[in-house]
T-cell receptor, first 117, second 113 residues
Framework: EPEVTQTPSHQVTQMGQEVILRCVPI?????FYWYRQILGQKVEFLVSFYNNEISEKSEIFDDQFSVERPDGSNFTLKIRSTKLEDSAMYFC???????????????FGAGSRLTVL | AQSVTQLGSHVSVSEGALVLLRCNYS??????LFWYVQYPNQGLQLLLK??????LVKGINGFEAEFKKSETSFHLTKPSAHMSDAAEYFCAVSSTTGNQFYFGTGTSLTVIP
């Protein structure tokens, strides 16, 4: 079963530090996403990415966030200067986007837990 | 605009009892609807989806859901709860372009032995 892999599984950082969360989407998928889930709260959309550019982003995704697909396999989320409120579980997801029954199904990774101290 | 409302943030059922988790959606276009499950310390796993066709959809682990357009609902059911069903369940809606998914606030299911 193809899967989305995320690293690290848990990262602890000091406030103000830069963090990069990494994701390897399913190889033939075309659309990539980052979501976050603050402890005990709902899953929130951050950004979607298609054809090497951001296709949509939420209000949460401000200037401190950026995404990149540097090498055709990895999909990264960078938080430039972390704040306490960035502590959350960050989920990467991908979907095929091609015709077929699975085209619009999001496949999620296991998440990266970010703790900002 | 699309949104999802999950009624009941916590549901407790006895082992062997019926599971019913409620989801209502709002969408200005025909929606795609999904249920995802999140086990402790894990990611979200697709349980089932409705895109087109039959309105009663069956998923993994004995779960099913019925799309009712007149009620704008997509409730999740399972006839007999197992201890292993204890998890967080999220309903989600997307447009047919599928570019953005909107999740409900989740329902935590507890199964009592």
């Amino acid at each position: 079963e193809p899967e989305v892999t995320q690293t690290p599984s848990h990262q602890v950082t000091q406030m103000g530090q830069e963090v990069i969360l990494r994701c390897v989407p399913i190889s033939n998928h075309l659309y990539f996403y980052w979501y976050r889930q603050i402890l005990g709260q709902k899953v929130e959309f951050l950004v979607s990415f298609y054809n090497n550019e951001i296709s949509e982003k939420s209000e949460i995704f401000d200037d401190q966030f950026s995404v990149e697909r540097p090498d055709g396999s990895n999909f990264t989320l960078k938080i430039r200067s972390t704040k306490l409120e960035d502590s959350a579980m960050y989920f990467c997801a991908s979907r095929a986007g091609l015709a077929g029954s699975g085209a619009n199904v999001l496949t999620f990774g296991a998440g990266s837990r970010l703790t900002v101290l | 605009a699309q949104s999802v409302t999950q009624l009941g943030s916590h549901v407790s059922v006895s082992e062997g009892a019926l599971v019913l988790l409620r989801c209502n959606y709002s969408s200005s276009v025909p929606p795609y609807l999904f249920w995802y499950v999140q086990y402790p310390n894990q990611g979200l796993q697709l349980l089932l989806k409705y895109t087109t066709g039959a309105t009663l959809v069956k998923g993994i682990n004995g779960f099913e859901a019925e799309f009712k357009k007149s009620e704008t609902s997509f409730h999740l059911t399972k006839p007999s709860a197992h201890m292993s069903d204890a998890a967080e369940y999220f309903c989600a809606v997307s447009s047919t372009t599928g570019n953005q998914f909107y999740f409900g606030t989740g329902t935590s299911l507890t199964v009592i032995p």
